[in-house]
């Protein structure tokens, strides 16, 4: 049944998403510059400023929103603004209408589970933010499942996967090294979309991982990546040796120190089929794109 759907911060994901919902579905893509790309995607392009009740006065009503906007990889006050004043605005703004949503899709980060000493976790787990921005996305999930069902919204979490694609492969931070251990939860940004799009059809989950089937070692991941790629593999380093330097935020620090392994369990026992389902397909483009 075709529905429409706003997409709120309708960026690396969501210009993704919307080529896959526009030729059964109307979309609306809500953001604050760079219009022209969401209109190549085929959807209606507004430009609003998802923290501002008086500009989504403007976004026409819908039947779903996905709430995807970004803070600009700026610190824990910006991503308070977006990821919670900012959804609770969304939210109410159009619960509030007539016509009010039925679905909100909101996207979310595996970083809120914390550090488990790299073993797996997944929906059950507890989650623990272990940074300020982390603690702020905790806060918002909250907002899109418990408060959006307060407003009449079924909300559900999509916790994603450190995303790559498309400008995103990052290759020679990985082959020039050196690489820091740990363990890497990828998804490639197509299965993200695919994702959003699976769970707008009515999954009846308050949160749900989204991240390929494979969680790796960044040491492995590297020295794979450099096979495929026939260059040296690059230079390895511990936790510890890469602490001991005096050039880490405190933020950084504690990204080095969490470790932990996402399982997909759910999201495939939902029925979702990753187009991509470890980084040995996701990276075959970029890998082919080096060799030429």
Same mark, same amino acid.
């Given at each position: 049944?075709?529905?429409?759907?706003?997409?709120?911060?309708?960026?690396? /994901?969501?210009?993704?998403?919307?080529?896959?919902?526009?030729?059964?579905?109307? /979309?609306?893509? /809500?953001?604050?510059?760079?219009?022209?790309?969401?209109?190549?995607?085929?959807?209606?392009?507004?430009?609003?400023?998802?923290?501002?009740?008086?500009?989504?006065?403007?976004?026409?009503?819908?039947?779903?929103?996905?709430?995807?906007?970004?803070?600009?990889?700026?610190?824990?006050?910006?991503?308070?603004?977006?990821?919670?004043?900012?959804?609770?605005?969304?939210?109410?703004?159009?619960?509030?209408?007539?016509?009010?949503?039925?679905?909100?899709?909101?996207?979310?980060?595996?970083?809120?589970?914390?550090?488990?000493?790299? @073993?797996?976790?997944?929906?059950?787990?507890?989650?623990?933010?272990?940074?300020?921005?982390?603690?702020?996305?905790?806060?918002?999930?909250?907002?899109?499942?418990?408060?959006?069902?307060?407003?009449?919204?079924?909300?559900?979490?999509?916790?994603?996967?450190?995303?790559?694609?498309?400008?995103?492969?990052?290759?020679?931070?990985?082959?020039?090294?050196?690489?820091?251990?740990?363990?890497?939860?990828?998804?490639?940004?197509?299965?993200?979309?695919?994702?959003?799009?699976?769970?707008?059809?009515?999954?009846?989950?308050?949160?749900?991982?989204?991240?390929?089937?494979?969680?790796?070692?960044?040491?492995?991941?590297?020295?794979?990546?450099?096979?495929?790629?026939?260059?040296?593999?690059?230079?390895?380093?511990?936790?510890?040796?890469?602490?001991?330097?005096?050039?880490?935020?405190?933020? @950084?620090?504690?990204?080095?120190?969490?470790?932990?392994?996402?399982?997909?369990?759910?999201?495939?026992?939902?029925?979702?089929?990753?187009?991509?389902?470890?980084?040995?397909?996701?990276?075959?483009?970029?890998?082919?794109?080096?060799?030429?």
């Amino acid at each position: 049944m075709s529905m429409r759907v706003v997409i709120l911060g309708c960026g690396y /994901v969501g210009l993704a998403l919307a080529r896959r919902l526009t030729p059964t579905h109307d /979309v609306v893509g /809500v953001r604050r510059s760079d219009l022209d790309s969401v209109r190549d995607a085929g959807a209606e392009a507004v430009r609003t400023d998802v923290t501002d009740p008086d500009d989504l006065a403007a976004v026409p009503d819908a039947d779903a929103l996905v709430f995807a906007a970004s803070s600009g990889g700026r610190g824990a006050s910006a991503a308070r603004e977006v990821y919670v004043d900012g959804l609770r605005t969304a939210i109410d703004a159009f619960a509030d209408r007539a016509n009010s949503p039925d679905k909100l899709v909101y996207t979310s980060s595996t970083g809120v589970y914390g550090d488990h000493d790299g @073993a797996f976790v997944d929906e059950s787990t507890p989650i623990e933010p272990t940074t300020a921005k982390t603690e702020v996305l905790a806060e918002a999930e909250r907002l899109a499942t418990a408060y959006a069902d307060e407003r009449g919204i079924d909300g559900t979490v999509a916790r994603f996967a450190g995303l790559y694609g498309p400008d995103r492969y990052r290759l020679e931070r990985y082959l020039k090294g050196p690489v820091t251990a740990g363990y890497l939860n990828m998804v490639h940004r197509i299965d993200a979309a695919g994702a959003v799009e699976f769970l707008l059809g009515g999954v009846d989950e308050s949160v749900v991982n989204v991240v390929d089937d494979e969680p790796v070692s960044k040491h492995d991941f590297a020295d794979w990546l450099a096979d495929a790629c026939d260059v040296s593999r690059p230079e390895k380093q511990t936790k510890a040796e890469r602490l001991a330097a005096s050039d880490l935020s405190e933020a @950084a620090e504690r990204r080095i120190q969490t470790s932990k392994r996402v399982s997909n369990g759910l999201l495939r026992e939902l029925g979702y089929e990753l187009e991509y389902p470890t980084f040995r397909e996701g990276y075959r483009a970029a890998v082919d794109a080096h060799a030429e």
